[in-house]
């Protein structure tokens, strides 16, 4: 299975900006650019679309984990936090935290926070934190 989405950028990285859209339409030439990543102009952001992929991946994942264990979520609200920092000559992605809040009938406390443990660790994009990245790179004349 293959997902896929695409973004065009155009001018500088102060000047410029561009725009980010997705296969399925829900994103649609949305806007973005140097200020709604930096500062706070309008337009999103390349943290805030992971954080909003790792918060609804988790959500899934602990979902699946819950019933895997016979329970029945009735409402899991994840808000992911990205941290984007400043390290050396250039910036790094070097946080994401998951702020889990579920209401899940018959859980124990203890019994959710392993089962959301495990779906931390397992979720998809959790994993992507460190998955090889490959690239084709073509220059047009």
């Not at 918060?55 to 699946?64: K, P, Q």
């Not at 979520?73 to 994401?96: D, N, Q, R």
């Not at 859980?107 to 998809?124: D, L, S, V, W």
């Amino acid at each position: 299975m293959i997902k896929r989405a695409w973004a065009v950028w155009k001018g500088g990285i102060k000047d410029g900006g561009g725009t980010i859209s997705t296969e399925t339409g829900v994103l649609a030439d949305a806007p973005y650019g140097f200020k709604s990543r930096f500062e706070s102009g309008p337009g999103t952001n390349p943290e805030e679309l992971i954080g909003a992929a790792h918060s609804g991946c988790f959500s899934m994942a602990l979902s699946l984990m819950l019933g895997q264990a016979g329970l029945t979520p009735a409402k899991i609200e994840t808000k992911a936090a990205v941290t984007i920092e400043k390290v050396g000559e250039g910036f790094e992605i070097t946080a994401s935290h998951l702020d889990v809040v579920a209401r899940v009938p018959g859980a124990t406390a203890t019994q959710f926070a392993e089962i959301a443990n495990k779906a931390k660790a397992g979720c998809p994009v959790s994993k992507l934190m460190k998955a090889r990245i490959t690239m084709n790179a073509t220059l047009e004349a």
